[in-house]
């Protein structure tokens, strides 16, 4: 099974920036589509963005579409999100999340591999 280990998270203010990284522990990274979600007190899961395997097309919430970028280093193993701009609603834990296959989704449902989470506040 595929490990992630998400890091970089922590307390930004208001307009701030943020890069959070997403570790995997196995080279068959390189054929997967991986995701970013989160998660605030008393609420579900959201998706965030994804990028396909290669980095071939990404896709954006609608809520960090022009904020957030998506990227990955398969040399690495690594995926990135680069968080510009934060808003105080960006405050949640961030999961990094891997499919099975190349193509993304946006919905928990799709991805088979997930890490334990970082913390991102973000202070008005």
């Known amino acids: 099974q595929v490990q992630l280990v998400e890091s970089g998270g922590g307390l930004v203010q208001a307009g701030g920036s943020l890069r959070l990284s997403c570790a995997a522990s196995?080279?068959?990274?390189?054929?997967?589509?991986m995701g970013w979600f989160r998660q605030a007190p008393g609420k579900e899961r959201e998706f965030v963005t994804a990028i396909s395997w290669r980095g071939l097309s990404t896709t954006y919430a609608d809520s960090v579409k022009g904020r957030f970028t998506i990227s990955r280093d398969d040399a690495k193993n690594t995926v990135y999100l680069q968080m510009n701009s934060l808003k105080p609603e960006d405050t949640a834990v961030y999961y990094c999340?891997?499919?099975?296959?190349?193509?993304?989704?946006?919905?928990?449902?799709?991805?088979?591999?997930w890490g334990q989470g970082t913390q991102v506040t973000v202070s008005s």
């Open positions: 196995e080279r068959t990274f390189t054929s997967k589509a």
């Open positions: 999340a891997g499919t099975s296959g190349p193509h993304w989704g946006v919905t928990t449902a799709q991805y088979d591999y």
